[in-house]
């Protein structure tokens, strides 16, 4: 009697099954730890890169909307079809405003959302700046004051289009760098298999009647 107690006792401590986490448990589990690694490396080794190429992308896109404003106006007597850097513009300031949010509290969707809307703004910048290039509309006579501010517009434009070009794609760089690195952890979840009393532990059992 007091051996068939210890045998149970031994397989009560030994072969019992333990319920294993529910799926949707160790889901949410990861998505949080993913998370939680993504903002660490953010704030901690991006530091305040984002956040500063953030600031020159809003910088350059507003200041870029200006200029071409001012040379469309100027040269083009305000002709839509001589602004359209600025309207990819408005696209860069949204991507700026976005890195901001980001580096104040990063998590995955925000990180995809916004290499996205910089992919975006570079194409769209891209074909804007190509499709101003291409003189659609008749440029009215100047002074040559008048042209030399028109010049220097334009040139200007060109100048804070390629900032918008290059903070882009840098962030798209740390962008992806953290996504590839953090987003997904490398670890494994395991659980005890469970065995059959009547297979496994008889050698052991065995043993340990054997012993008393």
């Known amino acids: ?90 696209f860069y300031v949204a991507a700026g405003c976005l890195a901001i949010e980001v580096q104040r509290k990063a998590n995955k969707l925000k990180i995809i959302a916004l290499m996205g809307v910089n992919v975006f703004s570079l194409v769209f910048g891209f074909s804007a700046l190509l499709a101003n290039s291409i003189r659609a509309a008749q440029a009215v006579t100047l002074t040559y004051q008048q042209r030399a501010g028109s010049y220097v517009a334009r040139a200007s434009t060109i100048v804070f289009t390629v900032h918008c070009f290059l903070a882009s794609l840098y962030i798209i760089f740390l962008s992806w760098r953290g996504l590839r690195r953090y987003s997904s952890p490398h670890f494994q979840v395991y659980s005890r298999v469970s065995q059959d009393p009547d297979e496994t532990n008889g050698p052991l059992l065995e043993q340990v009647e054997f012993n008393m």
């Open 1 to 90: 009697m007091r051996q068939n107690m210890f045998q149970e006792g031994l397989y009560q401590v030994f072969f019992k099954e333990t319920p294993s986490p529910s799926p949707q448990t160790e889901v949410t589990n990861n998505g949080e730890l993913s998370n939680a690694r993504i903002h660490r490396w953010f704030g901690a080794v991006v530091n305040t890169r984002l956040l500063v190429s953030g600031v020159i992308q809003i910088l350059s896109a507003l200041a870029c909307i200006l200029t071409t404003v001012t040379h469309a106006c100027v040269s083009y007597s305000c002709a839509i079809t001589m602004t359209t850097p600025a309207w990819s513009s408005i």
